[in-house]
């Protein structure tokens, strides 16, 4: 967009200048799961910012190399997490893939679908909605599962991978205001999002729900959509850029305490939109909160009933490495009787969901994912909290497959039941 | 080459052997980032018969075979030579067998230090050598450099970890040397294969030993004014016969950019130099010996001391002091790592001496340090891509190590020779000296497959053509 390119490279300056900081010691390896999975050096952020810095250097073409290992990275931003040296790693696969992408480098047909999926479909509300009842249509009739015998790999893929479309009836948008029960704290607004509604209509409700009872009048503006973050993830800037440019208007016109978000991918794009529009979106980048940093900074407001459950929490990557926040659903977990919250190995580490990814890369997500399942088998919990609709399916069905019945849910759905319980036994 | 590829493709299997532009481009350095040199391919073996495989081909084809595993090495260990295969050690990386009643673990080489450690902690058991790096670093890495990490000072370098190895030769032939009992009454050629920089061939098996977990450990951060009283207060603590398990020195600049990474511990960014000083043992003693370590520090003019109050606050300090090194890229795109070691109470003098340099190369110098045990590690940033620069870095690097040895130390404490220093070991050897270690290496290596152009001097030696080393000739050094 408008860059300037660096003389050599076909890479963009400000892409060039952001390799410089890394000084290829390493402490990035371990966290990577792509790195973990094939032990190479070019699946792991160092070897994939020398690969990015090679390039912009004219050391080494841009190829399918570079387009191929921006497709492997997950964009999990573990490597943020581990990096001393401050890299900007999340920036850096944005902008590789935009070049990719502009470039054409390596497109087939799976990217060409995905490009007009992200920019025709899931931005818009009355089509994704109408696109997603034919789907459940579809999956009723079992038409998927016949229709993926003959569709391409990764898209057959992709079907089988869809989750099950919930009725019409959990499907409804959210009410434009909801107001705060009991003794009010305050006002905030609330990103409803493109897939939640659709998916995960009832975490949207009961995360409206929870900040109502918790005294919080509730906003949902018309205006607001689509956070673009998929759309950047897969290297289509432009139209992020102007997802963000829209939510930011929608969201400055109102005067709220926070802008609380409950998918983790969602509220890390936000956060970072002052990045991809400039001064036009630091209010909102400001005031946005994830559900669980906000609930956790006000304070749970008792009292709160007895849910008697062992709970593993898994980080989503872009809560915890995007967002740096990682102790506070935690701690609000903690706060419920009865919750007897286990450690399970790896859990800042990502399940392979990663926005599309598991459509584009099915073989390295189950491998990301299956580490992650035998990680959470092995800690045995009755239920898996986290906070990011793409991980909660990805979980979800892995666990599924291996035939095992531990539950997964978001947080919000756990401290709405010791919400709710309260009050049912306080009545 | 096809030819190579094709048949290490057959052993490894194809996704495992890396023959593209890209994959071979990010292979070209380690932590040493000067010099890239790009391999002709990249082979990930999945065990040691792999391995054997892989190097019987590369010994038959004459290709030179670097070994390699997480490439933190900061002393081009893991450098790729002109038409070398490198033999990346990752996909090894299963901890074979644990034995808590002999306190033994067996691993493979491209287990990941700390998750050993992690790994046995259930069992009240921990891997003492713990570099900086140990987050990523491989204990065949470890094993190859010899490494140390800051509680060297009580527990000791690899070399008094490792009881049994497993050793891939140049003929493929696999070679096991020492007990897993313990004491052997053999020569001690595990201590020759342990700091070998990867020259005698590749450790495929390591038999190491796990010590218990200290029942109690006392961390006390002292804050001084300059890195000078630091110093004196590590040698004082030394003289007064306490034996901490750690004590590591930061300096102000240093200080200052891992307070703006993500590893910050709330470390005053206004102090000259800080000390951690750490002791472990029974429970009862350690009050008495953090309150004689204040004591040493207070005398040598710290301001401030604190003990950290709970196990997360120690983390921290921790977690600050070992992503130092990463924390500098935030000054500049490259960090040369100096190390060398001094004795203990010549670090005053010569640290100023260090400094001295740096300024007058017009460096920007920083130093953490494992100041315990006199091991120096002097970090200049700079920018790889400015010539001039790097000149000075060279030259300045040179005039630290000279500086070094003079004050009766020695060129590198655990970062190794490499390509790196091979041409600063004339400052401490005589070619008499070297021959020694000559005979040996190539009574391992015959041929030269393993690491050739690592560690020995690249100009030649002067008894090249004296008849007492006929036949050590025979590969000329490249
Ligand atoms: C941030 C940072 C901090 C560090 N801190 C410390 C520290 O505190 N103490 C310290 O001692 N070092 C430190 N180092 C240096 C480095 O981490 C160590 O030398 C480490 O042991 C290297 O391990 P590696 O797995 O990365 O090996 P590599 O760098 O891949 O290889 C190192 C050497 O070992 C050889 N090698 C690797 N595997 C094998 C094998 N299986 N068989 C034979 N040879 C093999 C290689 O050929 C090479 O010569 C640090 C490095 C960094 C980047
Ligand atoms: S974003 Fe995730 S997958 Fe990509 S390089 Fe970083 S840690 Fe690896
Ligand atoms: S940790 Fe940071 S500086 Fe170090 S190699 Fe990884 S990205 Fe580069």
Same mark, same amino acid.
């Not at chain 1, 559900?291 to 008697?308: A, T």
């Not at chain 1, 701690?331 to 286990?342: E, T, Y």
């Given at each position: 967009m408008g860059e300037r390119k660096h003389s050599s490279g076909g890479l963009p300056d400000s892409l060039y200048q952001g390799t410089l900081d890394c000084v290829h010691c390493g402490l990035c390896l371990s966290a990577c799961p792509t790195y973990r999975v094939t032990g190479q050096e070019i699946a792991s952020p160092r070897g994939r910012i020398y690969l990015m810095r090679g390039v912009a250097e004219g050391r080494i073409e841009l190829g399918s190399g570079l387009a191929q290992e921006s497709r492997l990275c997950l964009g999990c931003r573990a490597c943020e997490t581990a990096c001393p040296a401050g890299v900007g790693y999340g920036a850096l696969l944005e902008a590789t893939r935009s070049v990719v992408a502009r470039e054409r480098i390596d497109w087939g047909i799976f990217q060409r679908i995905e490009r007009m999926v992200l920019r025709q479909w899931v931005p818009r509300p009355r089509r994704l909605h109408w696109a997603l009842s034919l789907l459940r249509a579809f999956q009723g009739l079992k038409l998927d599962r016949l229709a993926a015998r003959w569709l391409p790999r990764n898209l057959s893929g992709a079907l089988e991978l869809a989750p099950r479309v919930p009725p019409a009836s959990s499907r409804r948008r959210l009410p434009a205001q909801t107001p705060a029960r009991g003794e009010r704290r305050g006002c905030v607004a609330f990103l409803e999002g493109c897939v939640m509604p659709e998916l995960f209509g009832d975490v949207n409700r009961a995360s409206v729900e929870l900040l109502s009872r918790q005294g919080f009048e509730v906003l949902v503006p018309e205006a607001q959509g689509c956070c673009g973050a998929l759309q950047a993830h897969a290297g289509d800037l432009e139209t992020a850029h102007a997802l963000a440019s829209k939510n930011a208007a929608a969201f400055d016109a109102l005067d709220v305490d926070a802008i609380v978000v409950?998918?983790?991918?969602? $509220? =890390?794009? %936000? *956060?970072?939109?002052?990045?991809? @529009? $400039? +001064?036009?979106?630091?209010?909102?980048?400001? *005031?946005?909160?994830?559900?669980?940093?906000? #609930? &956790?900074?006000? /304070? %749970?407001?008792?009292? !709160? $009933? *007895?849910?008697? !459950?062992? %709970? =593993?929490? &898994? &980080?989503?990557?872009? #809560? @915890?490495?995007?967002? /740096?926040? +990682?102790? +506070?659903?935690?701690? %609000? #977990?903690?706060? @419920?009787?009865? @919750? &007897? #919250?286990?450690?399970? =190995?790896? =859990?800042?580490a990502c399940c392979g969901a990663a926005g599309t990814y598991n459509l584009a890369q099915p073989e390295m997500a189950r491998a990301v994912l299956d580490r992650k399942l035998d990680h959470l088998l092995a800690a045995a919990p009755e239920c898996v909290a986290t906070g990011n609709p793409g991980c909660l399916m990805q979980i979800a069905s892995g666990l599924a497959r291996r035939g095992s019945a531990i539950r997964v849910l978001h947080p919000v759905e756990i401290l709405l039941e010791a919400c709710r319980g309260a009050s049912e036994t306080q009545r | 080459m096809s030819v190579l590829i094709d048949r290490l493709s057959r052993i490894v299997g194809a996704r495992h052997c890396l023959a593209s532009a890209e994959e071979l481009f990010v292979y070209e350095c380690d932590g040493l980032t000067l010099d890239p040199v790009r391999p002709v391919a990249v082979v990930l073996p999945a065990d040691a018969a792999e391995v054997s495989g892989v190097v019987r081909v590369c010994s038959e084809l004459g290709h030179p075979v670097v070994p390699r595993g997480a490439g933190t090495g900061l002393s081009g260990g893991a450098q790729p030579i002109e038409g070398s295969v490198v033999v990346e050690c990752s996909r090894m990386d299963r901890i074979l067998e644990i034995r808590p009643e002999d306190r033994v673990a067996v691993v493979q080489p491209g287990v990941i230090n700390a998750e050993l450690s992690t790994a046995v902690a259930e069992l009240g058991l921990f891997y003492a050598p713990d570099p900086s790096s140990e987050q990523v670093c491989t204990i065949g890495g470890n094993v190859a450099e010899n490494s140390g990490g800051p509680h060297t000072l009580k527990y000791g370098t690899t070399t008094n970890h490792v009881l049994a190895l497993e050793l891939v030769q140049s003929d493929g032939e696999r070679l096991r040397l020492g007990s897993r009992a313990g004491r052997s009454r053999e020569f001690d050629l595990v201590g020759v294969v342990v700091g070998s920089e990867g020259t005698l061939g590749i450790v495929t098996e390591i038999s190491v030993r796990l010590s218990p977990i200290p029942e109690g450990v006392e961390t006390l951060l002292a804050i001084f004014d300059d890195t000078v009283s630091a110093c004196r207060a590590v040698g004082s603590i030394i003289r007064s016969g306490l034996i901490p398990a750690a004590l590591e020195i930061i300096d102000q600049?240093?200080?200052?950019?891992v307070e703006d990474s993500v590893y910050r511990a709330g470390l005053p960014r206004d102090a000259g130099a800080v000390l951690i000083a750490e002791v472990d043992g029974a429970p009862c003693s350690l009050p008495g010996e953090v309150e004689r370590i204040g004591e040493c520090a207070r005398e040598a003019g710290a301001r401030e001391c604190r003990v950290a109050r709970d196990e997360a606050e120690r983390a921290r300090f921790w977690r600050a002091r070992k992503g130092a090194f990463g924390a500098m890229g935030r000054l500049a795109p490259d960090l040369y790592v100096h190390d060398a070691v001094v004795p203990r109470a010549r670090l005053p003098e010569v640290l100023e001496k260090i400094c001295e340099i740096g300024d007058r190369y017009q460096l920007t110098l920083s130093n953490v340090f494992h100041a315990g045990d006199g091991n120096l590690h002097p970090n200049i940033s700079f920018d790889r891509r400015n010539a001039e620069e790097v000149e000075r870095v060279i030259a300045a690097g040179r005039e630290i190590l000279e500086t070094c040895v003079a004050a009766g130390g020695v060129i590198t404490g655990e970062h190794g020779i490499g390509v790196e220093k091979r041409d600063y070991m004339k400052l401490v050897f005589e070619d008499e000296d070297l021959l020694p270690m000559l005979y040996v290496r190539d009574a391992f290596d015959p041929e030269r497959v393993f690491n050739p152009t690592k560690i020995f001097p690249t100009t030649r030696f002067c008894f090249e053509s004296n008849p007492r080393a006929r036949g050590y000739d025979r590969v000329p050094f490249k």
């Open positions: 409950n998918s983790a991918g969602c $509220g =890390a794009a %936000l *956060r970072e939109c002052e990045g991809w @529009i $400039g +001064a036009a979106g630091e209010r909102t980048a400001s *005031r946005v909160r994830d559900i669980s940093e906000f #609930l &956790d900074e006000v /304070g %749970l407001r008792g009292p !709160l $009933g *007895r849910v008697s !459950l062992r %709970l =593993a929490y &898994d &980080d989503p990557c872009h #809560l @915890i490495h995007a967002q /740096g926040v +990682a102790e +506070a659903p935690r701690r %609000l #977990l903690k706060a @419920i009787p009865g @919750i &007897d #919250l286990v450690e399970h =190995a790896e =859990a800042s | 600049r240093t200080i200052n950019a």
